[in-house]
T-cell receptor, first 112, second 110 residues
Framework: KAGVTQTPRYLIKTRGQQVTLSCSPI?????VSWYQQTPGQGLQFLFE???????NKGNFPGRFSGRQFSNSRSEMNVSTLELGDSALYLC???????????FGSGTRLTVV | QKEVEQNSGPLSVPEGAIASLNCTYS??????FFWYRQYSGKSPELIMF????GDKEDGRFTAQLNKASQYVSLLIRDSQPSDSATYLC??????????FGTGTRLLVSP
């Protein structure tokens, strides 16, 4: 059974640019969550989608957005990149949050 | 007060010893509790979850939950150098998300 797939693995962008990250969940998992991980802050919740609906959103500025498609694949977008957006972005999928998440390998974003 | 708190460590134990990792949480309505292991440069991997008060054992791992004290712990018996990693405690507070602690770094020396 394939795991959670995130693309790309690594990304280098310039301040002011925008970026789109992609996540394909485990087959059958309809819930997809996104987290930002930095050394100082740990794992910070960005948002959660289920059946194309955003059910919860973390405390991030509006530059961070996401969506989910009918096949449960999800994308997140960050516009007007700032140096502080440099982080590991992790996608996780689950059948139900009570069963825990399975994480993808992450996308390492570096903003220069 | 942070929602989920963990000692950042590092917690150093010799090979073969028991490693005890602790986590406290603030929301009394929290429903389920998870332990993830994260190796350097890798993504978190789920190793244990627990819903009810008491102990839950899986191989060398035991998760302990005390809802009255808002406390979760993970015991690793017969610790191995390969257990050296950061252990993340996560809590489901009921809002379709897991809230993570910042993790405890475990070092197991041969």
């Amino acid at each position: 059974k394939a795991g959670v797939t995130q693309t790309p693995r690594y990304l280098i962008k310039t301040r002011g640019q925008q970026v789109t990250l992609s996540c394909s969940p485990i087959s059958g998992h309809r819930s997809v969550s996104w987290y930002q991980q930095t050394p100082g802050q740990g794992l910070q919740f960005l948002f959660e989608y289920f059946s194309e609906t955003q059910r919860n959103k973390g405390n991030f500025p509006g530059r961070f957005s996401g969506r989910q498609f009918s096949n449960s694949r999800s994308e997140m977008n960050v516009s007007t990149l700032e140096l502080g957006d440099s982080a590991l972005y992790l996608c996780a999928s689950s059948l139900k949050v009570n069963y825990g998440y399975t994480f993808g390998s992450g996308t390492r974003l570096t903003v220069v | 007060q942070k929602e989920v708190e963990q000692n950042s460590g590092p917690l150093s134990v010799p090979e073969g010893a028991i490693a005890s990792l602790n986590c406290t949480y603030s929301d009394r309505g929290s429903q389920s509790f998870f332990w993830y292991r994260q190796y350097s440069g890798k993504s978190p991997e789920l190793i244990m979850f627990i819903y009810s008060n008491g102990d839950k054992e899986d191989g060398r791992f035991t998760a302990q939950l005390n809802k009255a004290s808002q406390y979760v712990s993970l015991l690793i018996r017969d610790s191995q150098p390969s257990d050296s990693a950061t252990y993340l405690c996560a809590v489901n507070t009921g809002f379709q998300k897991l809230v993570f602690g910042t993790g405890t770094r475990l070092l197991v020396s041969p």
